[in-house]
């Protein structure tokens, strides 16, 4: 509890340092642009830089959470490491400055997706004019929807496409010889029909080794949900698998299938038609919490994008290290081999991790997909400054 305080006081102190940043930030923009100030009204300079430069400078610049960026003091504390973060320990909502919260808010309602920083906004219509987050409470009558809608707080918000294209760039990396980690955006039949393809090329071309296919995808346009499967292919039969084992991570008890299984068999049936139902294999793990309706939204576990990288790494570092057992092995050894490359999930007994404990390491890596995404546009804008020199 005394670290928990600590953590908060000095969270609170950047916090009020950052406000003061943005605040001299504001003011130099507006002497040089003056005539952009157009919501300044009758206020006096300090209201408006409280109220409303923030948005006006919004409105009248390029790119303009890129242009924030390139002050290195403020790029800091937005792309700060979870640990310095104080999280409120009954929502887990993080502790973020006034202006902070704004940017984020207005970054995602005026700019690009590409600026919609994972986690730290909430929708449009859940803002205030100057980009605050509205209050419940000040919900228009008939908006139970938006009321109940998981999006009013940082642990139950769904993952936009930058945690996608984070998550594929690391688990492809793992791709090499005969394993092939199929991580992007689309569905599941997508996907299956690339690995059809991939085959029959390398058969094609002479190739008789078998193949390992980790794929990571949403199972349909129909159903969202996240889900990973591993198929072993034969180049020189490459219409029909030799194995396929599917991953889903939904909280069920094997043998039971979890709720999405007919999604699954939908998307393989529509590819390998009816018999590939009868080979397939559940390796689901129970790491998500279902979703009570009336439960708090803040309760709610929107993690699946987390529980399905994890599990295809896992399958794509037991390829690589143990081809045979996923080859020829029983079921159950693969669970279990998953489990112990799977640390964020399952302890050293390979017992799953209490939900207190799975939901920090969840809160942890929402806000590193954050902190990633502003790291990484303030490398580019950087790349391109030197460029123009």
């Not at 700019?111 to 409470?137: C, L, Y």
């Amino acid at each position: 509890m005394e670290s928990v305080i600590c953590i908060k006081h000095v969270a609170e102190a950047a916090n009020r340092r950052f406000d003061r940043d943005i605040q001299r930030f504001l003011r130099l923009w507006v002497k040089v642009h003056d005539e952009l100030t157009i919501l300044q009204f009758d206020q006096t300079m300090d209201q408006y830089l409280a109220n409303d430069a923030l948005r006006d400078f919004f409105l009248h610049t390029a790119q303009p959470f890129q242009v924030i960026l390139k002050n290195r003091f403020i790029a800091k504390h937005l792309g700060r490491r979870a640990e310095l973060v104080h999280f409120d320990p009954v929502s887990g909502d993080p502790l973020l400055a006034r202006t902070e919260q704004r940017i984020y808010n207005l970054a995602r309602r005026m700019d690009s997706e590409q600026m919609h920083i994972p986690f730290r906004s909430v929708q449009p219509n859940k803002q205030t004019v100057a980009g605050d987050t509205a209050d419940i409470n000040t919900y228009p009558e008939g908006s139970e929807e938006i009321r109940y809608n998981s999006g009013n707080h940082f642990t139950s918000r769904p993952a936009n496409e930058n945690v996608m294209d984070q998550h594929s760039k690391r688990c492809t990396a793992k791709s090499e010889g005969n394993l092939h980690v199929l991580f992007k955006r689309g569905y599941l039949e997508d996907r299956l029909q690339d690995v059809r393809e991939l085959t029959r090329i390398m058969g094609e071309a002479g190739e008789t080794q078998l193949q390992f296919f980790v794929i990571c995808s949403r199972h349909s346009p129909k159903e969202g949900h996240f889900g990973v499967s591993l198929l072993i292919m034969d180049p020189v039969r490459p219409d029909f698998p030799r194995r396929v084992m599917v991953c889903d991570t939904l909280l069920k008890d094997l043998p039971h299938h979890p709720r999405w299984w007919n999604h699954f068999m939908a998307e393989y049936t529509q590819v390998f038609g009816e018999a590939i139902v009868e080979i397939i294999e559940d390796l689901s793990h129970p790491l998500q919490k279902v979703n009570i309706k009336g439960d708090a939204p803040y309760r709610h576990d929107w993690n699946c994008p987390y529980y399905a990288a994890a599990m295809a790494d896992s399958l794509a570092d037991l390829v690589k290290a143990q081809p045979d057992l996923i080859l020829s092995g029983e079921l159950s050894e693969i669970h279990h081999g998953m489990k112990t490359v799977m640390p964020d999930y399952y302890g050293h007994d390979t017992e799953l991790k209490d939900r207190v404990g799975i939901q920090i390491t969840n809160r942890i890596k929402r806000w590193m997909s954050g902190s990633r995404l502003i790291r990484e546009l303030v490398t580019e804008a950087t790349f391109m400054a030197q460029q123009q020199m």
